[in-house]
């Protein structure tokens, strides 16, 4: 009897466990946090110091590699599709609106792949490589941290109509941001947690410019912008020209990981459209902006729930894949 319920016992937690720790997406092999302790025991230390490496140099890396994670994730799941050059059938998403001229970091994974290259060849995805120095660089601005789930595969193509269609643009309604995350599984509160990503990082002048100068086609500004704010911007943000200049998402703390963003937003100071619509467009996500303005603990908490449950889109695990040699190229 008790042999047989320590049998059962042993079955259970043999059958389920992956399943409950790590999270299950479509019946692939789940990730988990140890995947490399025995395969490259150093590589999570090699990442963080390289991405510590980069941050030191230029704060803002932190935000860039943040937000490459997102945007290899958001397009065929987090498999690294975003590294990818163009060449012969590959078009690269480097290319689409939301990453020309924009997304940036590409060098400090090269770096990485190259360090984890010397160490234990062929054996840490890119794709890992994102998640692992998104959450470090999180970590590195004062962030929270979690554990990372691990042993995602590369993709062996890009796309670039992916990219232009799932990534959300900034000037998108509410509505439609919604129903972008909720086509990859994720909620509003995973919405309105992962956008604390904009507490670090620039956003360009032709990202918000519409708001300052003609919001709804009416030759009017976006009224949810505090209009003092609305008139500093303007000044380097004219209504032509200008368009590469650079701004603080969070002006209060912009190299800090903390909870000014949502306390901007209470303020009407949100950079973005797509960041002050989380107070003006929905009651929930008004409560929800509220709750992380007021308790930056909640935020943290969140923060890292949502960041591993984005990790979780679609990766490529078992045979699915490759681990690429060099991030910008597929093996040949
Ligand atoms: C909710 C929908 C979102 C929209 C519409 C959006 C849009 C944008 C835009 C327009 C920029 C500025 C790009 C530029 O002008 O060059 C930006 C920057 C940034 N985004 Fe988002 N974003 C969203 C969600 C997220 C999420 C989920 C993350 C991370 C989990 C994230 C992380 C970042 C970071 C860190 C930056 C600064 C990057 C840098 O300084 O290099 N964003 N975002
Ligand atoms: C959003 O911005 C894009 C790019 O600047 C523009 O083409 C589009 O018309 C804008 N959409 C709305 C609804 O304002
Ligand atoms: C504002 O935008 C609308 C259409 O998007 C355009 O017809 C109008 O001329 C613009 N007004 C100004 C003042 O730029």
Redesign the pocket.
């Known amino acids: 009897m008790a042999q047989t319920i320590s049998f059962l016992l042993v079955l259970s937690l043999v059958t389920f466990s992956p399943l409950c720790f790590f999270g299950m997406a479509n019946g692939a092999s789940p990730l988990y946090p140890q995947f490399y302790d025995h395969s490259c025991p150093k590589a999570l230390e090699i990442v963080k110091s390289v991405v510590a490496k980069a941050v030191a140099k230029e704060a ?1 890396m932190a ?2 590699l ?2 490459l ?2 945007h290899d994730c958001f397009v065929k799941g987090c498999d690294a599709s975003l590294l990818l050059d163009s060449s012969g059938t590959i078009t690269s998403e480097k290319r689409s609106n939301p990453n020309r001229n ?1 997304a ?1 970091g590409f060098e400090v994974l090269d770096a990485i792949k190259s360090a984890l290259e010397k160490e234990c060849p062929h054996t840490v995805s890119c794709a890992d490589i994102l998640a692992l120095a998104a959450r470090d660089s999180t970590v590195l601005t004062g962030g929270p941290s979690w554990e990372v789930p691990l042993g995602r595969r590369d993709s062996k193509g890009a796309s670039l109509s992916g990219s232009n269609r799932n990534i ?3 000037n ?1 309604t509410f509505q439609t ?1 919604l129903t972008k995350f909720k086509l990859q599984k994720l909620d509003i509160v995973d ?1 309105v947690a ?2 604390g ?2 507490t ?5 002048c ?2 918000f410019r519409q708001r300052l100068y003609n919001q709804s086609g009416n030759g009017q500004p976006d009224f949810s912008l505090d209009q003092s704010y609305a008139a500093q911007l303007r000044t380097r943000c004219p209504r032509s020209g200008g368009d590469q200049n650079l701004f603080f ?1 969070d002006f209060v703390s912009p190299t800090k990981f903390d909870n000014n963003y949502y306390k901007n937003i209470l303020a009407s100071k949100g950079l ?1 459209s ?1 960041d002050q619509v989380l107070f003006t467009k929905s009651e929930a996500s008004m409560e929800l902006v509220k709750k992380y303005a007021a308790n930056s603990k909640l935020f943290f908490e969140q923060f890292a729930k949502s ?1 591993v449950k ?1 990790g979780n889109i679609s990766p490529l695990t078992g045979s699915k894949g490759e681990i690429r040699k060099n991030c910008r190229k597929i093996n040949t």
């Open positions: 803002r935000a860039s943040l937000r994670h997102f924009s940036r959300p643009a900034p998108n941001i919405l992962l956008s990503s904009h670090i990082g620039n956003a360009r032709t990202s998402l973005l797509s960041m984005m």
